[in-house]
Structures are given as structure tokens and as C-alpha cells.
T-cell receptor, first 114, second 113 residues
Framework: KQEVTQIPAALSVPEGENLVLNCSFT??????LQWFRQDPGKGLTSLLL?????REQTSGRLNASLDKSSGRSTLYIAASQPGDSATYLC?????????????FGQGTELSVKP | KAGVTQTPRYLIKTRGQQVTLSCSPI?????VSWYQQTPGQGLQFLFE???????NKGNFPGRFSGRQFSNSRSEMNVSTLELGDSALYLC????????????FGQGTRLTVV
């Protein structure tokens, strides 16, 4: 059974700092891994999708890496801003007929202080 | 291009009632999945539909059901509501299940009193 863990559960940093969020999963049989952002009471905003054959993806100040064999992914946020404050979730999708089912971690609540 | 639309945004129901939530996926997307989000359990998978067929179902009681129409719009129904069903219900759509990016709606906040 796939389990996804995110560390730390909460993180507070001063504005301008670079930071890394961690995500680990127990079963390496995945189609892809996706990072999301969630603002309080809102839906999820997709940040980055990494296919199982890829090692990393970049979008602006965000860079996500994937090491499928070790069951790990990291989300790197450069030059953090107060607007980055949100909960960050990672999710993996299974293979074959489990492909449409996303398994989520519990999230990392990020607070960026001005 | 319109995103994933969920209606209604907020609902208050009484224990024992039933409720129907609606999700319109991004145009051209045929895969729709539903998730329940609560503070204690986080995001949990409910079910997934592709081309009007349920492909996967999560570990929820039979009171939770869903369907998908020929235009890919999906509905989920919860019967005999319990206090514990209070949650944010999120719908996601994608082109193909699992292999492409999933996009989420803003969710329906259900409160059972």
C-alpha cells in the first residue's frame, strides 16, 4: 500500500530565504509525482508534474526533483516571498488501473515572514 | 480556457439528509476524480471516472456514490449524512488518468449539522 510522507509538517522562514520541502513514498511503482499548493479553504493549484522517467522539473523559482528508486522528491523554492505562504502537498499516482488515483502526503505548511 | 468548476461552493445539511455535488472538468478532459479533505485525515481518494466508467473506488462506505455523464461532467452523492461527512470535497480532472497533470476545482465545503 502506497504511503506518502512530507517533512517538515510546518516551516517558518524569513523572506528571501531558499528552502526545501521533502516528500517520500513507499512504493516506487508510480506514473508521476505532482506538487500542489493550497491556500486556506481553497482548492489545489498544480505547481509541477514530474513523470516517472524524469529527474526534475522547473517553473520560475520552483524546482522539483524525483528519485524514484529511493522514493524521494524535493521541492526547492528560491528567494521565498510572503506570497509563497501556503500548504504544499505532494501526490503520487499509481500505475496501470490505479493511474487516476492520487495518494497525497499530509502537506507542509509554509509561512514566509516579511 | 475554463478550469474545473464545482457547484455548489458551500452547503449546510442536516444529519440523515442526502446531498449531490457537481463537477465540470476542463474541456476535453475525460478523467474525473473526487477527494475528501478533512483536518484529521487529509486528502483521501473517493473515486475516479473515465469515459463514464468508474475505474477506482476508495475506502468509503456505500453511502458515497458517483457517476459521470457523456459530456464528462460528474456528480457525487452522499446519502444518510453523518456529522463526520463534514469536509471539503474536491474534484480533479485530467486528460488521461495518471499520466497527465491533474487540475483541481475550488471544492465544495459541506457542513453537516
Amino acid at each position: 500500500k502506497q504511503e506518502v510522507t512530507q517533512i517538515p509538517a510546518a516551516l517558518s522562514v524569513p523572506e528571501g530565504e531558499n528552502l526545501v520541502l521533502n516528500c517520500s513514498f513507499t512504493d516506487s511503482a508510480i506514473y508521476n509525482l505532482q506538487w500542489f499548493r493550497q491556500d486556506p479553504g481553497k482548492g489545489l493549484t498544480s505547481l509541477l508534474l514530474i513523470q516517472s522517467s524524469q529527474r526534475e522539473q522547473t517553473s520560475g523559482r520552483l524546482n522539483a526533483s524525483l528519485d524514484k528508486s529511493s522514493g524521494r522528491s524535493t521541492l526547492y523554492i528560491a528567494a521565498s516571498q510572503p506570497g509563497d505562504s501556503a500548504t504544499y502537498l505532494c501526490a503520487v499516482s499509481g500505475v496501470d488501473n490505479q493511474g487516476g488515483k492520487l495518494i497525497f502526503g499530509q502537506g507542509t505548511e509554509l509561512s514566509v515572514k516579511p | 480556457k475554463a478550469g474545473v468548476t464545482q457547484t455548489p461552493r458551500y452547503l449546510i445539511k442536516t444529519r440523515g439528509q442526502q446531498v449531490t455535488l457537481s463537477c465540470s472538468p476542463i474541456s476535453g478532459h475525460r478523467s474525473v476524480s473526487w477527494y475528501q479533505q478533512t483536518p484529521g485525515q487529509g486528502l483521501q481518494f473517493l473515486f475516479e471516472y473515465f469515459s463514464e466508467t468508474q475505474r477506482n473506488k476508495g475506502n468509503f462506505p456505500g453511502r458515497f456514490s458517483g457517476r459521470q455523464f457523456s459530456n464528462s461532467r460528474s456528480e457525487m452523492n452522499v446519502s444518510t449524512l453523518e456529522l463526520g461527512d463534514s469536509a471539503l470535497y474536491l474534484c480533479a480532472s485530467s486528460l488521461n488518468p495518471g499520466t497527465t497533470e491533474a487540475f483541481f476545482g475550488q471544492g465544495t465545503r459541506l457542513t453537516v449539522v
